[in-house]
T-cell receptor, first 110, second 115 residues
């Protein structure tokens, strides 16, 4: 079935460590996005990519990095520079203006 | 800059009652408008969308929404709520122009259904 797969579902990180969240899609969508969700704040855009080997910062890019080496993949790295990384992270992809979302990844700093 | 306001953080309705969730947006061109639903710890499921044409759009699970350009609103409605509709609902605005379809989300409305 076509869809967006995020992994891992749950991830714990020690302070000072970098972690990478995976996002893979087999929908043949050109655009991909990473959002962060915190209680009471809705979803905020971290990074997005419209084509392979190109990406742009969203509203809250500081402390995060991405790559887009393949159309199907858009991994997000949460670096040690992100001071408050505990959140729910959602990946999305779109074509023709309608994004579809993965099931999300929970990241907790311990 | 585009923005979305969902003025109601929490709403409680009785099962079988009607529902209206409010959404106001700001966007510099013709907007693409969306309503998503999210169950706890899950991703977002698209309920319905408006791109153009008929301003009353029908979605899944018996939901509908009406685009009112003069009021910059896109309110979500359901004539009779079921207990399984309890979830968080997000309104979003975006468009193809410029940097791809960057959706901007509202802060969400948590719906509680009383039996």
């Amino acid at each position: 079935d076509g869809g967006i797969t995020q992994s891992p579902k749950y991830l714990f990180r020690k302070e000072g460590q970098n972690v990478t969240l995976s996002c893979e899609q087999n929908l043949n969508h050109d655009a991909m996005y990473w959002y962060r969700q915190d209680p009471g704040q809705g979803l905020r855009l971290i990074y997005y990519s419209q084509i392979v080997n190109d990406f742009q910062k969203g509203d809250i890019a500081e402390g995060y990095s991405v790559s887009r080496e393949k159309k199907e993949s858009f991994p997000l790295t949460v670096t040690s520079a992100q001071k408050n990384p505990t959140a729910f992270y959602l990946c999305a992809s779109s074509i023709g203006g309608q994004p579809s979302f993965g099931e999300g990844s929970w990241l907790t700093v311990v | 800059a585009q923005s979305v306001t969902q003025p109601d953080i929490h709403i409680t309705v009785s099962e079988g009652a009607s529902l209206e969730l409010r959404c106001n947006y700001s966007y510099g061109a013709t907007p693409y408008l969306f309503w998503y639903v999210q169950s706890p710890g899950q991703g977002l499921q698209l309920l319905l969308k408006y791109f153009s044409g008929d301003t009353l759009v029908q979605g899944i699970k018996g939901f509908e929404a009406e685009f009112k350009r003069s009021q910059s609103s896109f309110n979500l409605r359901k004539p009779s709520v079921h207990w399984s509709d309890a979830a968080e609902y997000f309104c979003a605005v975006g468009g193809i122009a410029g940097g791809g379809n960057k959706l901007t989300f509202g802060t969400g409305t948590q719906l509680k259904v009383e039996l």
